[in-house]
């Protein structure tokens, strides 16, 4: 199958680096360096480039939940390796060592809090958990929290970044995609309101399941949103990929995102469109 | 008859027979006996073969060219069968193949995976890798019968959804994730079978039954063998482990309990004999109708929605 071939070797798929170290940072897009303290105050987007640095859930619920108070839920899934999966490393040892590298348990937490007065669920992802894969506690966590949302009618937020279904627990990560998908399936029954928000990137079974799942599809700027990522597709059909393919703005045109969301405004924003849901 | 690697020394024998055979055209005692101890020699190979497959040779005869498709049981287990096209919105993907069926009596909408057999339907059939369309076509046909309270039938067969350029821009990842929201809540059975190739989202995208079952050769995963090794070791040198480690096989799946059981396969692949394979896929189909037809519809979504929502493995701390 000529798709499995791949070309050249040592192919590196693009991917925004973590938030890097340091008081000065630079800009990827731009090389320009700005202070640290300036980027965090802007939320970690560029002021001037609008370049959105990647960030993980802390920096998310501090930016959604007012005061930065929320209760964390979900806590007690915690992950296990089911098949025994060894590559080059023990799925254990990589599980074991990215909690020690992240402070995080795995790749999703749950927050319910309020959100300028609202009640808001907020599930979020985190790249730096593996590549944000979705293995079965991904999945039970974010089943956990749209069992809560729809058990007290409060708006969901699922906030995605990943590279997809987790490889080391194979067909169980798959299965992820149907409980997520069957559990918003009875969310909607009760007319409780979904949000799905996706950043760079969002690939794979979490853009095929709940990233495109949401009553509002809405985007970060210039997040990579994709099922089979650039590499893939580019093998594929064996000629270059149009510029700016399966970004937000290529998807936004393309009809599968309702709007693009900048960090800085996403707070008043999502606020707004609840509200106008919810008669309030 | 293709033959696999592993193979070889069967069709080593078998040739020899057919060798045997051509010299033998008048009556003759001596190669007569010749060729039935060699058949003998050929069952018993095989049998010793067979009886110890490892996870890549289940993918390499999940994957056997002769291997019956989706339209070769439509014709072996249905009385009648009206094809039905097209998503209504782009086009008829023709790597999904669906319509109404009638099985032992019974109207049924059948939708599965189809590849193709030579070069030309290969690339006809996209080598059963569905678009946006298909997944849309499906859709629409399993609305259509909730509509007419008609069971569903889906076969799965795919080496993935196709990651194409077109695909990506119609909607790939949206059209899987709408037909798994809706067969959650779908309110007639879903009876699911894999056949050949279950790869990712692209099979669980026709896959969420109340049933499903996968026949002894056949393979379900996350990803592929082939590019689990080209992520996770850098070369796609690893596939035999990376099958190995994916715990890939019916037998792995049944024991993680995300299907509900083996159907077995004639000695040397479902390709030795298609009408057996048939016979044993339709027999399942008329046992699982006949428990969820008893079933209200309220509660075949129960079902559905405890099964898939209760997949997983993970440790509960507190």
């Known amino acids: ?280 | 008859m293709q033959y696999l690697d592993f193979e070889k020394p069967i069709a080593e024998l078998e040739g020899k027979i057919e060798e045997l055979k051509n010299l033998s055209n008048v009556s003759d005692g001596v190669l007569n006996n010749e060729i039935e101890s060699l058949r003998e020699r050929v069952d018993e190979l095989r049998e010793s073969i067979f009886t110890n497959l490892t996870r890549w040779q289940r993918v390499q005869l999940a994957r056997h060219p002769d291997r019956p498709y989706t339209l070769d049981y439509i014709s072996l287990i249905t009385e009648e069968f009206i094809e039905l096209h097209g998503d209504r919105y782009h086009s008829d993907d023709k790597a999904i193949v669906s319509g109404l069926a009638k099985i032992d009596g019974q109207s049924v909408m059948i939708i599965g995976h189809q590849k193709g057999r030579d070069t030309n339907s290969r690339k006809y059939r996209n080598f059963g890798m569905a678009n946006p369309e298909g997944y849309r076509k499906a859709y629409r046909l399993m609305k259509l019968a909730e509509k007419f309270n008609i069971p569903v039938l889906t076969l799965l067969d795919t080496p993935g959804a196709y990651p194409g350029l077109e695909a990506e821009e119609r909607g790939q990842a949206e059209a899987i994730a709408k037909n798994l929201k809706l067969m959650a809540t779908l309110k007639v059975p879903i009876i699911t079978i894999v056949i050949g190739e279950g790869a990712s989202g692209g099979a669980i995208g026709i896959g969420m039954g109340n049933e499903v079952y996968m026949l002894e050769n056949t393979w379900y995963s996350v990803i592929s063998p082939e590019s689990c090794s080209s992520i996770l070791w850098k070369t796609w040198d690893y596939k035999e482990q990376a099958a190995a480690v994916l715990k890939l096989t019916a037998v792995d799946l049944k024991e993680m309990e995300v299907i509900d059981g083996v159907l077995k396969e004639p000695m040397g692949g479902a390709h030795r004999d298609f009408e057996t394979t048939a016979a044993t896929v339709k027999e399942q189909v008329n046992e699982s109708l006949k428990r969820l037809k008893k079933l209200k519809p309220e509660k075949l979504v129960e079902q559905r929605i405890e099964k898939y929502t209760t997949m997983g493995a993970w440790e509960t701390v507190k």
């Open chain 1, 1 to 280: 199958m000529s798709w499995f071939k791949r070309k050249d070797d040592n192919i590196q798929t693009e991917t925004r680096k973590e938030m890097p170290e340091g008081v000065w940072v630079k800009v990827p897009e731009t090389g320009e360096t700005i202070h640290r303290r300036e980027l965090e105050d802007n939320l970690w987007v560029d002021p001037l480039s609008g370049y959105h640095f990647r960030i993980g859930s802390n920096e998310y619920f501090s930016i959604l939940f007012d005061e930065e108070k929320f209760e964390e839920i979900g806590n007690e899934i915690q992950p296990t390796d089911p098949l025994g999966f060894e590559d080059r490393k023990k799925y254990s040892d990589r599980i074991k060592n990215s909690q020690e590298k992240t402070g995080l348990s795995d790749a999703c937490r749950i927050g319910v809090g309020k959100m300028n007065g609202l009640d808001v669920v907020v599930g979020c992802m985190d790249f730096s958990f593996i590549g944000g894969s979705m293995g079965s506690v991904v999945g039970e966590r974010l089943g956990i929290a749209i069992d809560h949302a729809r058990e007290n009618k409060i708006p969901l937020i699922i906030i995605s970044q990943t590279g997809g279904a987790r490889m080391m627990e194979s067909v169980l990560s798959l299965m992820q995609m149907a409980k997520t998908s069957a559990k918003l399936a009875l969310l909607e029954e009760e007319g409780v309101p979904y949000i799905s928000y996706m950043t760079n990137p969002t690939t794979g079974g979490v853009t095929a399941s709940y990233a495109m799942l949401g009553d509002f599809n809405i985007a970060e700027p210039g997040a990579l949103i994709a099922f089979a990522g650039p590499r893939v597709v580019r093998q594929t059909i064996g000629r270059d990929l149009p510029e700016g393919f399966q970004t937000a703005e290529y998807l936004l045109d393309h009809g599968f995102l309702d709007f693009i969301l900048p960090r800085t405004k996403m707070k008043p924003k999502l606020t707004q469109l609840l509200k106008l849901v919810l008669h309030k």
